[in-house]
């Protein structure tokens, strides 16, 4: 992954001499919501069918859309690099806007030659813009003076820009997502304290949860006088203590009573080995592991790190389940084909450093299709996972690098610690959800917001809705 620079890091151009009608280019681009923010920057083009999600949900368009001149920018970028490329002049442009472009639609851009004007070096091209459902959003021709002298350049490496996408934005777009789901029933075990109790009325009240509070009534009720919080119409299971909670809780689940367990006060271990015991009816065929959903100022996208609170030291077949339930993460919050970042120290496979070995073998499994749904690569390290830039300067070529989706952690330890150092010192928003046993489990930290809190439980209610459309874990007899 060191070494040479391949044709992505260099620019060279096609001159008019070489290029035959009918000859074609094309780029692919996935947009984001920073792509909007930014071409509002530099147009000064506020309007708020692009920026504000509660206006354009009124509109006739129901939703955020691009500027429709984004993608016109993507044509003028294959024009200028690619086909013909450098030392080209743009002399027009025409350009018929067919269909909206939203964020996260993948638009392939393609010019294609029409006809060549000797005399004035001049070609005019075909153009459009075609997403990822098949449908041409943009179509148009551009006229360019074709250049008349070879340039080949190493391609130059821009500077990285990153807009300050608060953590509110990102609730609240979740929250949009789920605003058409019913709630959902969940059992809060043992909510024994402010913050766990206030957790879930907070979530009842936001509309997304129905929750059964499984603990000791006496403590539930006395924590709820102490808050002023109204139990009001709020089912509850009394049990003794902690354990009896847990254990009560894992028999709802196992009877479809409730779609769904949340974390109280009570030990993580302790919930979890009650969910996983071998008579609960909620274990499956794949390891259950614990995934962050994470979304910072300082990355353009929501990412996943994994697994940071449940799998201390795990091998490969475990590592290959943590990756898997990722996987199924991602398409359940909508990402149809995420790209898997496999970290360690460095990006080569080394015998002295096992993360390096295990990384290999995942992706060889992913190629092998043991392993689907998803991109995979590594080992990277952490700065070519989410860095386009330092993977550039280090000769790495991947599909992943610079852009990874899903950030798959050596062991406990290292991913505790970078998801607690994104929260804490990069500003990130979090949620948390436990994936391979039948129901979600949102598994919340005593330090945890209440944003936090909420964001987890929409995750949840996005996973159990993927799990009645059609996902099922394979099998129930698996070690856990």
Known sequence: MTGTLDHQDLLRNRIFDEIEIGETASLQRTLTTEDIQLFALQSGDVNPQHLDADFAASTPLRGIVAHGMW????????????LPGAGTIYRSQTLRFLAPVRVADTLMVQVTVLA????????????????QDGVTVIEGEA???????RVERPRT?????HLGAGSQQGLQRLLAR????????????????????????????????????????????AVAAA??????????????HSHAAAARAVELAASGQVQALMKGSLHTDELMSAALASSAGLRTKQRASHCFILQTPHYPRPFIVTDAAINLAPDLPQKADIVRNAITLAHAIGLAEPKVAILAAVETVSPSMPATLDAAALCKMADRGQITGAILDGPLAFDNAVSAAAARIKGISSPVAGQADILVVPDLESGNMLAKQLMYMGDAASAGIVLGIKVPVILTSRADSRESRIASCAVAMLLARHFRTGFLYTSDAADA
């Open 71 to 82: 993608a016109g920018m993507l044509i003028s970028a294959l024009l200028g690099t690619r």
């Open 178 to 221: 789920v605003a058409e789901l019913d709630p959902l029933r969940v059992a809060v075990v043992h909510p024994c304290d402010a913050a766990s109790l206030s957790a879930a009325l907070d979530a009842r009240d936001a509309g997304l949860l129905s929750p059964v509070l499984v603990g000791p009534r006496a403590k539930i009720e």
């Open 227 to 240: 808050g002023q919080l109204s139990l009001d119409g709020i089912d509850i299971e009394d049990t003794a």
């Open 157 to 161: 490496a821009l500077p990285e820009i």
């Open 116 to 131: 060549k004007d000797a005399d004035k070096h001049r070609l005019r091209l075909a153009c459009s813009c075609i997403n």
């Open 143 to 149: 006229e360019v003076v074709a250049p008349l002298e």
